[in-house]
């Protein structure tokens, strides 16, 4: 079974800083690969996702994500972040089911708090 | 109009009472799912229903019981509550079958047990 490993739980930052969070996966033959992030009291929402083709997949508010397959990592980044960008951020990737369709596994997700 | 609603969103109850939880969608999805979030924000999958049929089952204890009685709803039934039971459950779903899309999670359901 595939699995994502997110290596900071938290990164605080201050308000129009960059930021980075990292994101490895297990190695497979196909690989599908997603950022979700999650609100205060709500679902997660789908930010960005590389199912196939170009390697940096951009998400409409500013994120965006490199599929790099010699490294296993598919780590999510903002140029410059607002506080509004405060949340929890899950990296998964998901994998065929032998009865049909597939499964997302998680990461166990990084909470990012901007600063003013 | 909530593309994936489930309700209720809290839930308190005792120890070895039994509850249900109910989810609809209004997405035509052809998949539905059950996920656990624990204390920690980890999300584990428990179940998955694909046209009313049961195709993900993950290590879950057979207390829980989801039932799926037509495409758009996925309700999941717990026997015998235990403290560790005490969670987030989100409720999603996905076009499903050979299209390998995002899923559409609904806002969760805090469940305490006592």
């Known amino acids: 079974a595939q699995s994502v490993t997110q290596l900071d739980s938290q990164v605080p930052v201050f308000e129009e800083a960059p930021v980075e969070l990292r994101c490895n996966y297990s190695s497979s033959v196909s690989v599908y690969l997603f950022w979700y992030v999650q609100y205060p009291n709500q679902g997660l929402q789908l930010l960005l996702k590389y199912l196939s083709g170009s390697t940096l997949v951009e998400s409409i508010n500013g994120f965006e994500a490199e599929f790099n397959k010699s490294q296993t990592s598919f780590h999510l980044r903002k140029p410059s972040v607002h506080i509004s960008d405060t949340a929890e951020y899950f990296c998964a990737v998901s994998e065929a089911v032998s009865t049909g369709g597939f499964k997302t596994i998680f990461g166990a997700g990084t909470r990012l708090f901007v600063k003013a | 109009d909530t593309a994936v609603s489930q309700t209720p969103k809290y839930l308190v109850t005792q120890m070895g009472n039994d509850k249900s939880i109910k989810c609809e969608q209004n997405l035509g999805h052809d998949t539905m799912y059950w996920y656990k979030q624990d204390s920690k924000k980890f999300l584990k999958i428990m179940f998955s229903y694909n046209n009313k049929e049961l195709i993900i089952n993950e290590t879950v204890p057979n207390r829980f019981s989801p039932k799926s009685p037509d495409k758009a709803h996925l309700n999941l039934h717990i026997n015998s509550l235990e403290l560790g039971d005490s969670a987030v459950y989100f409720c999603?779903?996905?076009?499903?079958?050979?299209?390998?899309?995002?899923?559409?999670f609904g806002s969760g359901t805090q469940l305490s047990v006592l």
């Open positions: 999603a779903s996905s076009r499903g079958g050979a299209y390998n899309e995002k899923l559409f």
